[in-house]
């Protein structure tokens, strides 16, 4: 299944420094308890890493082990999100999209200031790192591709059961005509007792 | 003889028909046959000469092909409309359509054979306008009747070669993201001189001298835009890290995306336009089905006016036979009074 495992916002100054980590979220439960805070100290070191090779305007994706690390740097503001191989590309970045602009929306241009490492917290990540966990909720074009296809499949078993209707219309239209010619029978045949012999 | 042998798509409505004609005749008491409407065979002319009953046999078996042609295309249609990416009836499909393009061209050159046919027999022996007028409807229905057989058909080929390609494409979006790893280390050793031409992505020029790819045409474009491609970059001295060149960029990935929406809305929309044709096909049968029935209750009812005329001529009848029986009876007493 795919898998968000880790999402950062960094402040990124032009080369020679240390990105500085503004938020930082991530889902840990796929590792033992024990190496959890390896796992955390690895990550934002990857992170920092990453960020300072970005330049700046620019995508970027990084293959790590099993992981691919996904950057999107604007205007000296990071995104960075740890997925695993199966989350398509496209996805990833506009989830890296959304938060760069709720983390606008959220904190105005304050991080510009900041010079320590996680000094601000933001609910908001941590949601968003469950939520976009399906690929679908991040990436509208995916889920009207999805919603689509069903759409496809429930009108094509719709045409096969119209299909099979107009069957049984046409069974009926024959039953109905030998009715009617049944029925006509019958009436000539009531004429013909009236008329032909008179009581016997 | 009416063209209707094994044409069970085609509503036989030639009793009908002859229902109409005798009752015309009756209150007419004109010549029969009117061709009144041209799509309905009427019967042959009594004085029928040979060539007459050899066109219609001809017709006849024209028809019938036609039929049968239609049944096969309906068949390849659904075949065409169930392929999926992995259980692709490919080679039936194949045949199919070769049968249907063969017996099409047959059913061709054989309504042409019927129409010279007619024509040659029109200009020799007598000619009576009730004969040329039917062998002309006949020939022109059969040529109709083919033509949308063949439209159908190309329908269902364009169908077919729609659904190869959204699969053709599905496979491309699924394939690409797990075939691009592997030849990623190659191209990144290359001088990529080459990739200029594969890249459409655009990449700003990098201070790194490693890749030689700073081809820009498309960088104005997606300033505009406000984004640019991702690039490759250098590989790095770090344990086991290693990085994935992008080579489709963001935006071709979402203008792909964005063109099988559209396409599959498409493919919707037309679905939905059959759906539409089909209910109101089923309409019109409906209204011939209610038709039918009023005729049998029309029938029945006069059936039972005349059963029940009948009940009280034989109930009235016998009141009279009664007293009919005790007139005898009394008459036979005086009789035998008058004797004895």
Redesign the interface.
């Given at each position: 299944m795919v898998k968000i495992t880790a999402l950062m916002v960094l402040k990124c100054r032009p080369e020679g420094s240390d990105p500085v980590i503004l938020v930082n979220a991530s889902d840990l439960s796929n590792f033992g308890f024990f190496q959890r805070p390896s796992v955390k100290e690895f990550i934002v070191f990857v992170g920092r890493?990453v960020a300072k090779?970005i330049?700046p305007?620019?995508?970027?994706?990084?293959?790590?082990?099993e992981y691919?690390v996904h950057s999107y740097n604007r205007d000296g503001l990071c995104a960075l999100g740890f997925m695993d191989d199966h989350y398509?590309?496209?996805s990833a970045?506009s989830l890296l999209n959304q938060v760069l602009d709720e983390y606008q929306k959220n904190f105005g241009d304050s991080w510009k200031t900041v010079q320590d490492d996680n000094a601000q917290q933001w609910p908001y990540l941590s949601e968003a790192l469950t939520k976009f966990q399906d690929p679908a909720e991040a990436d509208k074009?995916?889920k009207?591709?999805r919603e689509?296809?069903e759409?496809?499949i429930i009108?094509?078993k719709?045409?096969d059961s119209?299909?099979e209707?107009?069957v049984k219309?046409?069974s009926?239209?024959e039953k109905?005509?030998d009715?009617?010619?049944a029925?006509?029978m019958?009436?000539k045949?009531?004429?013909k007792?009236?008329q032909c012999c008179?009581?016997l | 003889m009416p063209v209707k042998s094994g044409n069970s798509s085609i509503r036989d409505r030639t009793h009908e028909f002859a229902g109409i004609t005798e009752r015309v005749k009756k209150s007419f008491s004109s010549q029969n046959g009117p061709s009144s409407s041209g799509s309905k065979p009427e019967e042959p002319p009594r004085s029928a000469v040979a060539m007459q009953s050899e066109f219609n046999r001809r017709a006849s078996k024209i028809g019938f092909g036609i039929h049968q042609t239609s049944q096969k295309l309906a068949k390849l249609a659904k075949l065409a409309k169930r392929t999926s990416v992995f259980d692709d009836p490919t080679m039936e499909i194949q045949e199919l359509t070769a049968v249907i393009k063969q017996d099409i061209t047959a059913l061709n050159s054989a309504v042409v054979d019927l129409q010279f046919l007619s024509n040659s027999r029109n200009e020799s022996g007598p000619v009576s306008s009730d004969n040329t007028s039917h062998s002309t409807t006949v020939v022109d229905d059969l040529k109709n009747r083919l033509m949308s057989t063949t439209k159908e058909f190309k329908d269902v080929l364009t169908l077919r070669t729609e659904n190869l390609k959204v699969h053709e494409n599905r496979r491309q979006m699924f394939s690409s993201s797990v075939s691009k790893n592997p030849t990623n280390p190659f191209i990144r050793q290359r001088p990529l001189a080459g990739k200029s031409a594969a890249s459409t992505s655009a990449a700003p020029p990098l201070p790194w001298a490693n890749e030689g790819q700073s081809s820009s045409q498309m960088f104005p474009r997606n300033q505009a835009e406000g984004e640019s491609q991702p690039l490759l970059q250098q590989q790095q001295n770090q344990q086991q890290q290693e990085m994935v060149p992008l080579q489709d960029s963001y935006m071709q990935s979402r203008a792909e995306a964005l063109q099988n929406v559209e396409s599959t809305i498409q493919e919707l929309g037309n679905i939905f336009n059959q759906l539409a044709t089909i209910v109101s096909e089923h309409g019109e049968i409906a209204i011939r089905i209610d038709e039918n029935m009023e005729d049998t209750l029309a029938n029945v009812e006069g059936a039972q006016g005349a059963l029940l005329k009948y009940l009280n001529s034989i109930s009235s009848n016998r009141w009279l036979m009664i007293k009919i029986f005790f007139v005898l009876i009394f008459f036979l007493t005086i009789f035998l009074f008058f004797v004895a």
């Open positions: 890493t090779r330049p305007g620019q995508r970027q994706s990084v293959q790590h082990e691919k398509p590309v496209r970045f074009l995916l009207i591709q689509l296809d759409t496809k009108l094509h719709t045409i119209v299909l209707r107009g219309l046409d009926l239209v109905s005509s009715l009617s010619a029925s006509q019958f009436y045949q009531a004429k007792t009236n008179t009581i | -």
